[in-house]
């Protein structure tokens, strides 16, 4: 009776025993994994860091270009119209302040949207942009842009850095008017009366000086559509020669 119950006791030290090992390998076992197991950081810190750091920065990038080509496209519309549609001096000469769109040999006036294009991709350098014309609008495009965003994380986001802005002014404008000052000057060249024959200029058209002392006489045009830039009325002031 007494060998049954010393193998009984030893028997119950060897599962007690048992079950301190298990024991004490789950508690190192859970011990151990949280102690090399990888931080998650608060639940959607991620989602929050990206959507303010990358997408919320990209529209504020975009914005900002939409706002700069804007401001770019009415300033020229309105300073090359206040200069005949020319960038400095027309090789065509000056009578006074304004540029000759033609001499007795020539016109010199130029593609208004090609000079416009060349401005937008000088004012936006080093990015290289392509400017398109439509209607009221001008849009560039130039490719997509990368943000990479500083944050606990790799974040990096790519978008489409391009523009279209409504600047209120069509450079299309430029074709009708030279259409009519076309006509004028082939009416009117080496009329002996020309004061008389300028008459007949297009309604809308003024003389810019009082008095007609030479052949080349000066013209502040409003818009043929009077657009309005800036809260400034477009008004276009060159001169022609009819010699």
């Given at each position: 009776m007494l060998e049954d119950i010393e193998m009984f006791?030893?028997?119950?030290?060897?599962?007690?025993?048992?079950?301190?090992?298990?024991?004490?390998?789950l508690g190192l076992f859970f011990l151990l994994t949280n102690s090399f197991a990888p931080s998650l950081g608060t639940r959607g810190e991620w989602h929050l860091d990206f959507l303010y750091d990358a997408v919320y920065a990209a529209e504020i990038d975009l914005l900002a270009l939409d706002q700069d080509a804007r401001d770019f496209g009415q300033d020229t519309a309105l300073q090359l119209a206040q200069n005949g549609g020319f960038r400095g001096n027309s090789s065509c000469g000056q009578d006074q302040q304004y540029q000759l769109w033609n001499d007795p040999n020539q016109?010199?006036?130029?593609?208004?949207?090609?000079?416009?294009?060349?401005?937008?991709?000088?004012?936006?350098?080093?990015?290289?942009?392509?400017i398109l014309f439509l209607n009221n609008s001008i849009a560039g495009k130039s490719g997509r842009k990368q943000i990479n965003a500083s944050s606990n994380y790799i974040?990096?986001?790519?978008?489409?850095?391009?523009?279209?802005?409504?600047?209120?002014?069509?450079?299309?404008?430029?074709?009708?008017?030279?259409?009519?000052?076309?006509?004028?000057?082939?009416?009117?060249?080496?009329?002996?009366?020309?004061?008389?024959?300028?008459?007949?200029?297009?309604?809308?058209?003024?003389?810019?000086?009082?008095?007609?002392?030479?052949?080349t006489v000066a013209f502040c045009v409003p818009s043929p559509v009077d657009a309005v830039v800036n809260n400034n009325p477009i008004r276009y002031q060159f001169a022609l020669d009819f010699s």
């Open positions: 006791s030893t028997r119950g030290a060897i599962f007690h025993w048992i079950i301190f090992g298990i024991v004490a390998a016109w010199c006036i130029h593609n208004v949207k090609e000079i416009v294009t060349t401005l937008y991709q000088q004012h936006f350098l080093p990015r290289d942009f392509e974040q990096m986001y790519t978008y489409n850095y391009d523009f279209t802005v409504d600047i209120g002014y069509n450079f299309n404008e430029y074709v009708l008017l030279e259409q009519e000052a076309r006509a004028l000057v082939a009416l009117c060249r080496n009329d002996d009366n020309l004061s008389n024959c300028l008459e007949q200029k297009p309604s809308s058209w003024t003389l810019c000086e009082p008095e007609i002392s030479s052949a």
